[in-house]
């Protein structure tokens, strides 16, 4: 099982809390997966032209080819301007049109007001399943005060992260298992 | 329609395709080399050739996992191994190459095949080439169109004079030699979305799309508007061929055809456009309206034939070889359309 955690923003440092967090719980619960993080702030991507990504080079092609090998992907995203950060949006546009087929996506939003709880639900989500995500339904929203000074103070928030990185696991296993055994079915 | 030297009367004409990729055969995991797999293409566009069949081609692709990037020189290796059969790129990428260099090379490849060359002209799907020739990617566009327009002109008029933005402007240029009958058939290749077919058609170019999968309907509205804009561009449809180029396997079922080729597609695809095939989406290749021509010869003609009532088409290009096939399976394909298939295609669609 080969796991990306995908910090989607340059700036700021609540989401890569966050995902720290997220990688650190999927390496102790499950040792045998393949845990990766890409953190956007430590890689120079360039904007999307339209190419295939395979003809992108140096980080571009890094992050896109290995967002592309993955089982499952856990977005990290903060929300700017009621909506995701234009590094995540890109990241989107440089893969392929149906880049999530076969793959399980799940998310964790990071924001400085509870009003952007919908965000995620109507602005994330559509560009998941339309790039074909196996998409987590339920996501983990945290607040500007569930953390202090780069660390997450607030329990819940990490209880639910626990939750989101076994459902996260579950589904990963169980739609393997669910295609492969369809794909015996079609007898080729 | 003689423009194109296709003759309706002889119904519809079969060809054959290749990409010129050069991949591992994912059943052993060996890859043959370069020098092999030049070999057996032209020795593919032979037995082609004796089995009656009308049409071959070679692409051109500038990046790992091909192996005829140099697909002028194939195609002039292909003539004069060859008799009847017509031979063509696909597609060249003419934004990247200088229109005049080649129409030397396809004139003169006519010439040596007794006038059976044609040009088909892409865009490119990958893009490395833009960097390895020189050409900037923002171009992608402009530098098509330009030169297109550059090609045609030489093909119609013996002194050109032409100027625009991506090549040193021609006065009463000549360029030369001149094709066997003066003219040489170039089309617009196209990627199965209506846009780009919509500008072959209102440019009066014969059209040759290309197809993965899906449903024979969803490829027959790019055809539709391509006629249609052929016709608001004062060009008579009728008078323009329409090509269509796709996967083909026959096999004894068509379980062993999904079989056989599927390992290929699906392997091929994710070295040289970085995602497989889905396999929910190769199996339903073999439903009747699917435009992918896999299955049982008979199941195949009637495949054809149903496609040929929907589009009225000229001309249908398969390809069979893709991702590391190995050359016998190919060739025993072409004995099977040379034996089974092309006889009943021809059967059914030449008009009396």
């Known amino acids: ?188 | 329609m003689e423009n194109y030297r296709i003759d309706p009367k002889k119904g519809l004409e079969f060809g054959l395709y290749t990409l010129g990729d050069h991949l591992p055969d994912p059943t052993t995991g060996d890859r043959i080399s370069a020098e092999q797999r030049i070999n057996e293409i032209i020795e593919l566009a032979k037995l082609a050739d004796q089995a009656g069949i009308d049409f071959f081609s070679v692409g051109e692709s500038h990046q790992e996992f091909f192996a005829t990037q140099a697909h002028a020189v194939v195609l002039s290796a292909i003539a004069q191994a060859t008799k009847n059969i017509k031979i063509a790129s696909s597609s060249t990428i003419i934004s990247t190459s200088d229109p005049v260099r080649v129409y030397e090379n396809f004139a003169t490849i006519d010439l040596i095949s007794n006038g059976r060359a044609e040009i088909v002209a892409g865009r490119a799907s990958r893009v490395g080439l833009f960097d390895l020739l020189g050409y900037d990617i923002r171009d992608y566009e402009e530098l098509f169109e330009e030169k297109f327009d550059l090609l045609r002109k030489i093909n119609e008029e013996e002194v050109v004079n032409w100027s625009g933005h991506y090549r040193a402007p021609l006065k009463d240029a000549k360029v030369l030699p001149r094709p066997k009958n003066g003219f040489l058939p170039i089309w617009r290749a196209v990627g199965g979305t209506p846009a780009s077919a919509i500008k072959a058609g209102y440019a009066g170019v014969p059209m040759f799309m290309a197809h993965l999968g899906g449903p024979v309907s969803v490829f027959k509205r790019t055809i539709d508007a391509y006629r249609e804009a052929a016709q608001q561009g004062g060009h008579n449809p009728d008078e323009l061929p329409v090509a269509t180029a796709g996967f083909f396997y026959a096999a004894e079922s068509s379980q062993q055809a999904l079989r056989d080729m599927y390992p290929h597609i699906n392997e091929g695809m994710k070295r040289t456009n970085g995602r497989g095939f889905p396999k929910q989406h190769f199996a339903q290749g073999v439903d009747p309206h699917n435009v992918m021509n896999i299955g049982t010869p008979q199941e195949i003609i009637e495949k054809i034939l149903y496609q040929h009532e929907q589009y009225g088409h000229q001309r249908y290009i398969a390809q069979i070889d893709f991702g590391g096939m190995p050359f016998e399976k190919v060739a025993k394909n072409i004995e099977i359309i040379g034996t089974e298939i092309l006889p009943a295609i021809k059967k059914y669609t030449a008009k009396k």
Do not use: C
Not at chain 1, 125 to 154: C, G, H, S, W
């Open chain 1, 1 to 188: 099982m080969k796991i990306v955690a995908l910090s989607g923003s340059i700036v700021g440092s609540k989401t890569k809390t966050a995902m720290d967090y997220t990688v650190k719980t999927f390496s102790d619960n499950y040792p045998d997966a393949e845990v990766t993080l890409i953190d956007l702030a430590e890689y120079e991507v360039q904007f999307s032209d339209g190419r295939n990504y395979l003809d992108y080079e140096g980080d571009t092609k890094y992050v896109t080819q290995t967002l592309m090998e993955a089982d499952a992907i856990v977005i990290g995203t903060p929300i700017f301007q009621a909506s995701i950060p234009a590094t995540l949006k890109n990241i989107f546009d440089l893969l392929p049109e149906k880049a999530f087929l076969d793959k399980v996506v799940s998310i964790i939003v990071t924001a400085g007001s509870a009003k952007h709880y919908l965000i995620a639900e109507q602005q994330l989500k559509p560009i998941l399943a339309y790039m074909k995500a196996q998409i987590v339904q339920t996501y983990v929203f945290i607040e500007e005060r569930d953390f202090y000074r780069k660390e997450i103070t607030n329990d819940d928030v990490k209880l639910r992260i626990d939750r989101l990185v076994e459902d996260t696991a579950v589904l990963t296993e169980t739609y393997a298992k669910i295609r492969e055994a369809k794909e015996e079915e079609y007898g080729f």
